[in-house]
């Protein structure tokens, strides 16, 4: 954020930066969701919701569920949240008593450890590899596992590495988790951002798992703040009084909109993006691993490239920086994702043009050799 | 919130249901600020804003507090956030660690006992009563501020009593947290709403004092989520980075229409409708002291009734309970707002029209006489 800052800083003086640290889609919300939303203002929808969300919604969702994954889920069960943050919020908030600790994949999306500080918890990472596509492998999960442990969250697709979780390592997982009686949270927020083979929701495996996501990053509604959580059925009551604590209920026009994420229309404009997201990544990719910078997995999802950067520096924070501001391309650096070598790794993120893309491997390209 | 619920449900059945029990106004949003959503729509802000919100919108209630108040704030000490639960939260966030208390009007808003909670803190309520306007007195304060307390939350007007804080009280709790290193805490969302005398800011006694805000009770704007925050110039570095963090940022059309909210024709429709309130209290208010029930203190402003019906129940809840039941009016029982005598309050808001009004006082009337 402090790059990205100092990124507008260059800009307003007049420099050229090319954008690959933003984390969200450059594609306005879809014409057909900004419609409803403004079709939702002229019908005078300005009043509270329910805090768990509008009845409709939910079970639109939980209809999503059934068409893209089979996978039949009660509408009572899907919680609307302001945002992805706040279900993740959420669920912290009913796991994570003063000194519990919570599993998380190293590097992983920072906020999850802040979320767990916050609530007197301790965030264990646990250092993840190319070896196992970044994703804890179970033999590490029994290491670290003590009394201590209320959960485990783990993402599909991982933001920073945008490697997905099969069905088969969920299960473990769950099962893992259910041995230890404590609880598996997966975020799929960037489910739908998804390449080479399909996902798998984990509430395929059980509906004794936590599930988080977002109309953010697949339907493109960022700014609506927007998401949601699926939650195990023994939780809802306890939920819906925090959420009623905490944050009183989602925005209520972007809830309206949202009812018109799913329609075919809708969805046929987010495939077109999310086929030209892979015509990125299969540009930028190749491009990246021939200047020098490391890439050991293909992500399968999200819009991020982690890349090591070992031929160039040791110091990945000192190397973004020096990117920003001597060669004009603004990306993020290890530090962000956790403690696990984030001095020899960089993220990219292929959120702008292929055209920019193509400027920032040029410019790369000429500082780097 | 089962209150409203079951009396949903009566509704469904084909009952009418006077409701008394609900804290948001019952106007829709007015025209001007849901024009100005609909243009921001129409102009594809669809991206997040800034954490802290967008730096027009900040200026923009800086501005307002130097019109109506004459107070200067400096624009970078505004926070603007997804309404002022988050606010409260970015706040109780910022000065709370585990073991820490905050002290706490009883009765008062149940949510800030349990944002306290959630950080592992230890919500203190101070018993108020109508001899001092239902505020804390400074004796009182002498004698609850410990070593473990990091701040002192009032609210002005209060919620459920209405009662505002002068600028000399505002002082003395000032005065009295910053001889013990700790803060005080100002919730000002019912600001805007009052109807006998002007409001003080608790920012014209210093800067370093933290105010929440919201555009949801004065400026209609409830289901749009937006509310914001001034805070001590030491604090907002620490505040973006927990904003960041916590929920992003506030809604990005909801920023957009705000800016409209202070223009002078949508402040003519809300003065219209601050009115409107103060016909239905100055109708409601005698009615209800007619009917019996102990209205000690003549509220100053937000738009609730917080009444003593001894002369009915030491039951409140089972009180309301059969109103809803056998009367049909839903009000809210003391139970609601903390431990000091709940048993023997309500709480009635004038959050329907007139008519509604005499329809629920004539109900009541009927089934206590």
Avoid at 27 to 46: R, W
Avoid at 139 to 159: D, F, G, I, K, M
Avoid at 204 to 216: G, R, W, Y
Wanted: charged share 20%.
């Amino acid at each position: 954020m402090a790059l990205l800052a100092r990124a507008r800083e260059l800009e307003a003086a007049g420099r050229s930066i090319i954008h690959m640290e933003i984390g969200e889609p450059d594609f306005v919300t879809p014409q057909p969701v900004i419609d409803a939303g403004i079709s939702a203002l002229q019908s005078g929808y300005t009043h509270y919701t329910p805090a768990v969300g509008l009845q409709a919604l939910r079970q639109r969702i939980a209809e999503f569920y059934l068409q893209r994954y089979g996978v039949e889920v009660e509408p009572q069960r899907v919680v609307i949240t302001p945002g992805a943050s706040a279900a993740l919020q959420l669920v912290m908030a009913v796991l994570v008593n003063p000194g519990a600790q919570v599993l998380l994949a190293d590097p992983g999306y920072p906020c999850n450890r802040n979320f767990v500080h916050l609530l007197g918890g301790l965030p264990v990472g646990i250092p993840v590899s190319a070896a196992s596509a970044y994703q804890p492998e179970t033999q590490q999960l029994r290491e670290y596992w003590t009394e201590a442990v209320a959960a485990l969250l783990v993402a599909s697709p991982s933001n920073p590495t945008g490697t997905l979780l099969g069905e088969g390592m969920l299960r473990e997982y769950h099962a893992i988790a259910a041995a230890h009686g404590s609880s598996l949270i997966v975020d799929e927020i960037y489910h739908g951002l998804v390449y080479d083979r399909q996902a798998t929701t984990a509430l395929a495996v059980s509906e004794d798992i936590f599930v988080v996501n977002s109309f953010s990053k697949y339907f493109g509604m960022t700014g609506w703040r927007l998401g949601w959580l699926v939650a195990p059925p023994g939780y809802v009551a306890d939920i819906d009084k925090l959420a009623q604590n905490l944050f009183l209920a989602a925005p209520t026009m972007a809830q309206h909109a949202a009812l018109r994420a799913f329609d075919e229309d809708n969805i046929r404009i987010l495939e077109t993006r999310r086929r030209e997201f892979q015509q990125r990544r299969d540009y930028l990719l190749p491009a990246l691993r021939d200047i020098g910078f490391d890439i050991a997995v293909i992500p399968d999802g999200a819009f991020y490239l982690y890349a090591g950067c070992r031929r160039f520096t040791d110091d990945s924070y000192r190397f973004t920086s020096r990117l920003l501001e001597e060669a004009g391309v603004a990306i993020t650096p290890g530090t962000d994702f956790g403690n696990n070598r984030p001095e020899s790794h960089v993220r990219f993120a292929y959120t702008t043009s292929l055209e920019n893309l193509q400027e920032g491997v040029r410019r790369l390209r000429a500082f780097l050799s």
